[in-house]
């Protein structure tokens, strides 16, 4: 397992903004941070504008000129966006195309007819598996909530044992897997490689959502006993179409930019010679921005064509698929400029300093520092790209395998007890009709569980590769 070590000190830096002591400066992070988490919980203020606050508050608490501190804020916002801006775009314009098409409830039904019974809650959380892949994790509760609802209420089932196993499956993606916001920022910010860090997340988000999903919901399922709520259940998307794209041409497109970016994940390591030709092909076509451009233009003709959209309602969907993610861009692109913030100000070489000495294994020390940042801001995407920040110092000397699990050791700290300060909390429990008390037992847990199965395979995988 990789260690903090003394011979991180002599990687490459970046030269601090400012040049105050470890006291002043450890000060001047907590003061920045206590910012954030008062905007954004006490005064409600939205969270781009409470991390821009935030990072120019850094800036001044550690005593940097007010313009290198705007520069170094505008500097990391232009990069995150310019690393991940396109990625997250490409994304939401494909789970606009499988959500529009009918291609998300085609899957959903041809799945539930053959499920049922005990295996029910197992068919969910396949669902939401395959279907978080492409979606971002509220467009995926608002997709299948009346599918949980539905199934449910005809099958007479808890609503916890089909809820908890879809809340799970969505979660688990949004954590752990890009081409979701927080996972790409921290891959962009680590410099870790994308292909690896997809392929060992599926390895780390299978247990894990076996383990939050369709067994914990057994438990909370006896903690609480909440019917589906008794209200009219929302209409699907493809209620009004009067055909849809079949199930297997649906997955197929769903999973082109996974496999494109497995391939060549596998092609590096087999091939392993950059002049190569085979190498040079799957370095383009494995390349996240061809790989998800790839499946948004093969998804036109299997998704839209068949759900008989005209190039019309193609352009229709796909600028509505880019108008929901401006917030998003805005708050990872500001996530990243408190990040470097952070990173100039010297505070990654801070915690190297001080922490040389402790015999932490660094992805533990990542974790922690995730789960700290979400409990006090309640948003996994901030936890992510603000941990990354911090964390990023520590790659300095691990392989590309450890590297590729540092961040997933974040993305599994950033989802971390979800409670009264995150948007998540309460989108659950209005859409389930649970009380605040409710939702801590069987939502909260279930993000605590996510954290900690992800979090501690993490250490076990750093442990044998």
């Known amino acids: 397992m990789t260690r903090l070590s003394v011979e991180m000190l002599a990687a490459d830096t970046v030269e601090p903004i400012t040049s105050a002591g470890h006291a002043h400066l450890g000060i001047a992070v907590l003061a920045g941070i206590a910012v954030i988490v008062l905007l954004i919980t006490q005064f409600k203020v939205h969270a781009f504008l409470a991390l821009t606050i935030g990072s120019l508050a850094l800036g001044a608490f550690a005593g940097a000129p007010l313009d290198k501190a705007i520069a170094s804020f505008t500097t990391g916002l232009g990069s995150t966006v310019a690393g991940v801006g396109v990625l997250i775009a490409l994304g939401a314009i494909l789970g606009k195309l499988l959500a529009d098409s009918g291609g998300a409830d085609q899957i959903v039904d041809t799945i539930l007819a053959k499920a049922g019974g005990r295996s029910m809650p197992w068919a969910m959380v396949l669902i939401a598996s395959v279907i978080g892949l492409p979606l971002f994790f509220e467009v995926g509760i608002v997709l299948l909530i009346p599918v949980v609802l539905m199934v449910a209420k005809r099958g007479n089932y808890s609503l916890m044992r089909i809820?908890?196993?879809?809340?799970?499956?969505?979660?688990?993606?949004?954590?752990?897997?890009?081409?979701?916001?927080?996972?790409?920022?921290?891959?962009?910010?680590?410099?870790?490689?994308?292909?690896?860090?997809?392929?060992?997340?599926?390895?780390?988000?299978?247990?894990?959502?076996?383990?939050?999903?369709?067994?914990?919901?057994?438990?909370?399922?006896?903690?609480?006993?909440?019917?589906?709520?008794?209200?009219?259940?929302?209409?699907?998307?493809?209620?009004?179409?009067?055909?849809?794209?079949?199930?297997?041409?649906?997955?197929?497109t769903i999973m082109l930019p996974v496999v494109l970016m497995l391939s060549k994940a596998l092609v590096d390591i087999v091939v392993d010679d950059p002049a190569h030709l085979v190498q040079r092909v799957f370095d383009v076509v494995g390349s996240p921005l061809i790989a998800l451009l790839a499946a948004v233009l093969v998804g036109m003709f299997t998704l839209g064509r068949p759900a008989g959209f005209s190039r019309e309602r193609l352009s229709e969907a796909v600028e509505k698929g880019l108008m929901p993610i401006a917030g998003i861009l805005l708050i990872v692109g500001a996530g990243g400029g408190f990040k470097q913030t952070l990173i100039d100000s010297g505070v990654g070489q801070m915690i190297l300093e001080i922490s040389k000495d402790w015999s932490i294994p660094a992805l533990l020390l990542a974790w922690l520092i995730a789960v700290a940042i979400r409990l006090a801001t309640g948003s996994a995407t901030v936890a992510t790209i603000s941990a990354a920040g911090l964390a990023a110092p520590l790659t300095a000397d691990m392989s590309s395998t450890h590297t590729a699990l540092l961040v997933l050791a974040i993305g599994a700290g950033s989802v971390f007890f979800s409670h009264v300060n995150d948007a998540g909390f309460w989108l659950v429990k209005e859409y389930f009709g649970l009380d605040v008390g409710q939702t801590v037992k069987t939502w909260s847990v279930m993000e605590v569980i996510i954290s900690v199965v992800a979090g501690g395979t993490v250490l076990l995988l750093s442990l044998v590769i």
């Open 163 to 252: 809820g908890i196993p879809a809340l799970a499956g969505l979660s688990v993606m949004h954590a752990l897997i890009p081409p979701h916001p927080g996972p790409l920022a921290a891959i962009d910010t680590v410099k870790a490689n994308l292909g690896l860090t997809l392929a060992l997340g599926i390895v780390v988000a299978i247990p894990t959502v076996i383990i939050a999903g369709p067994l914990f919901s057994r438990v909370a399922a006896r903690w609480v006993d909440a019917p589906a709520p008794d209200r009219m259940i929302p209409q699907r998307p493809s209620q009004d179409l009067a055909k849809r794209p079949g199930f297997g041409v649906t997955v197929a």
